[in-house]
């Protein structure tokens, strides 16, 4: 049983709040609605619509975002409203009819070029997934649709997914040259079509939930948090912006040893060795003076 799960994100607009759901509602669609007639394809817009306040809702992806008249202040109901979406989507209730129109969103995707030259990352207009994956063969891509196609391009060694990008890595046989436009369009109408990017459980699966993680976080030692948070703040936006991923294994007290996971671009990247050594070690044994001696690290 996927269970869904609600949070609050306050927005710039502050008659409009954002209700976030850890799993995607849509097929990558959106939808507007501006009073309960309108809703009748949303049975849950038109629930939210008896709500008294609620002046205009819009679904989109992972999240539902109300809009409010002045009677009252976000503050007051947006912790029940919360937890009545959450109540109806735990009780099966339908999100949209699938009869239901879209509201057509184009969907643009653009090839980026990394630091590993065998990997292309491609950078969707939206989001794509709620959690970070990478699959390194066409067994472990079960619970991606999309990297389970791509997969079927005989150059595809592996598949990393991210918030809104894609990034590929090659085998030699092929030439990024001669293939980018052609995997860029594949990728842009599977989700233009509204296909599923990773099934709906995959997170939950693969223990890559929001609580699932902090609750591991939770149970490790100061200085592997403290390894953690810096690796956060400092690195992780880095090599997010190459198409990668790295993340902490482990910590040794007694050999000061950290061990990270380098992934996406980052595995196998001529300079990730160099990037690791002079740059994190350097960065972690500053930060952390006299707990840290080396990072090593093992691709994905």
Same mark, same amino acid.
């Given at each position: 049983?996927?269970?869904?799960?609600?949070?609050?994100?306050? %927005? !710039?607009?502050?008659?409009?709040?954002?209700?976030?759901?850890?799993?995607?509602?849509?097929?990558?669609?959106?939808?507007?609605?501006?009073?309960?007639?309108?809703?009748?394809?949303?049975?849950?817009?038109?629930?939210?619509?008896?709500?008294?306040?609620?002046?205009?809702?819009? *679904?989109?992806?992972?999240? *539902?975002? @109300?809009?409010?008249?002045? #009677?009252? +202040?976000?503050?007051?109901?947006?912790?029940? @409203?919360?937890?009545?979406?959450?109540?109806?989507?735990?009780?099966?209730?339908?999100?949209? +009819?699938?009869?239901?129109?879209?509201?057509?969103?184009? @969907?643009? @995707?653009?090839?980026?070029?990394?630091?590993?030259?065998?990997?292309?990352?491609?950078?969707?207009?939206?989001?794509?997934?709620?959690?970070?994956?990478?699959?390194?063969? *066409?067994?472990?891509?079960?619970?991606?649709?999309?990297? !389970?196609?791509?997969?079927?391009?005989?150059?595809?060694?592996?598949?990393?997914?991210?918030?809104?990008?894609?990034? #590929? %890595?090659?085998?030699?046989?092929?030439?990024?040259?001669?293939?980018?436009?052609?995997?860029?369009?594949?990728?842009?109408?599977?989700?233009? $079509?509204?296909?599923?990017?990773?099934?709906?459980?995959?997170?939950?699966?693969?223990?890559?939930?929001?609580?699932?993680?902090?609750?591991?976080? +939770?149970?490790?030692?100061?200085?592997?948090?403290?390894?953690?948070? #810096? =690796? +956060?703040?400092?690195? &992780?936006?880095?090599?997010?912006?190459?198409?990668? $991923?790295?993340?902490?294994?482990?910590?040794?007290?007694? %050999?000061? $040893?950290?061990?990270? =996971?380098?992934?996406?671009?980052?595995?196998?990247?001529?300079?990730?060795?160099?990037?690791? &050594?002079?740059?994190?070690?350097?960065?972690?044994?500053?930060? =952390?003076?006299?707990?840290?001696?080396?990072?090593?690290?093992?691709?994905?």
């Amino acid at each position: 049983m996927n269970t869904f799960k609600v949070s609050v994100q306050e %927005t !710039t607009n502050n008659a409009i709040v954002k209700f976030e759901v850890n799993q995607f509602i849509t097929q990558h669609q959106s939808f507007e609605f501006n009073n309960i007639d309108e809703a009748k394809a949303s049975p849950l817009a038109q629930q939210l619509f008896y709500l008294p306040f609620v002046k205009k809702v819009y *679904i989109s992806g992972n999240f *539902i975002a @109300v809009e409010r008249y002045n #009677i009252v +202040e976000w503050n007051d109901v947006q912790d029940e @409203v919360a937890e009545q979406i959450e109540a109806y989507l735990n009780d099966g209730g339908i999100v949209v +009819e699938d009869t239901t129109t879209a509201k057509k969103v184009p @969907v643009t @995707v653009y090839a980026e070029s990394t630091p590993n030259p065998s990997v292309m990352k491609f950078v969707a207009n939206k989001k794509i997934v709620n959690a970070l994956f990478e699959f390194t063969s *066409i067994d472990e891509a079960k619970l991606s649709p999309l990297a !389970t196609e791509l997969f079927h391009f005989p150059f595809v060694k592996s598949v990393f997914l991210d918030e809104n990008y894609v990034s #590929i %890595t090659k085998y030699d046989m092929a030439e990024w040259q001669d293939v980018t436009i052609e995997v860029r369009e594949f990728i842009r109408s599977f989700i233009e $079509n509204g296909k599923e990017i990773v099934v709906a459980n995959a997170a939950e699966s693969l223990e890559k939930t929001n609580q699932q993680l902090d609750s591991h976080f +939770e149970s490790l030692d100061d200085t592997s948090k403290e390894i953690i948070n #810096i =690796l +956060e703040e400092y690195v &992780k936006p880095a090599v997010a912006s190459d198409g990668g $991923n790295i993340q902490f294994i482990s910590y040794d007290a007694d %050999t000061k $040893n950290v061990s990270v =996971l380098l992934q996406g671009a980052c595995s196998g990247c001529p300079s990730s060795t160099y990037t690791l &050594k002079s740059g994190i070690e350097n960065m972690l044994k500053e930060m =952390l003076p006299g707990k840290v001696a080396m990072v090593e690290a093992i691709n994905g």
